[in-house]
């Protein structure tokens, strides 16, 4: 079993940065593919970004390719999400989710754990 806290929302202006962290436990973090997703009010769960065991593979939405970068230190069990050129519409609750495979995929349904959630608020 796999719990994951994220952290590093805020607070930030159109155009802004912020980095994610989500921490997990356990001695098996290496193992699990990690995903970013994101959910605004009245909205679905929408994918964002995802990595695979070793960091080599990774997936993007169009909406946050070439500004959102996905990394991870299995070393620190940490998976991060770089935000940067941050838009009003980035706005949302962002989530990060772990999958046994060792490909990452897309699919919020797939997934086994997630956090909790950390608020991104981007303002215009």
């Known amino acids: 079993q796999v719990q994951l806290v994220e952290s590093g929302g805020g607070l930030v202006q159109h155009g802004g940065s912020l980095r994610l962290s989500c921490a997990a436990s356990?001695?098996?973090?290496?193992?699990?593919?990690m995903g970013w997703f994101r959910q605004a009010p009245g909205k679905e769960r929408e994918f964002v970004a995802a990595?695979?065991?070793?960091?080599?593979?990774?997936y993007y939405a169009d909406s946050v390719k070439g500004r959102f970068t996905i990394s991870r230190d299995n070393a620190k069990n940490t998976a991060y999400l770089q935000m940067d050129s941050l838009q009003p519409e980035d706005t949302a609750v962002y989530l990060c989710?772990?999958?046994?495979?060792?490909?990452?995929?897309?699919?919020?349904?797939?997934?086994?754990?997630w956090g909790r959630g950390t608020q991104v608020t981007v303002s215009s």
């Open positions: 989710a772990a999958d046994r495979r060792a490909t990452p995929t897309i699919q919020f349904h797939l997934y086994n754990y």
């Open positions: 356990g001695r098996t973090f290496g193992s699990y593919s």
């Open positions: 990595i695979g065991w070793s960091g080599g593979r990774t």
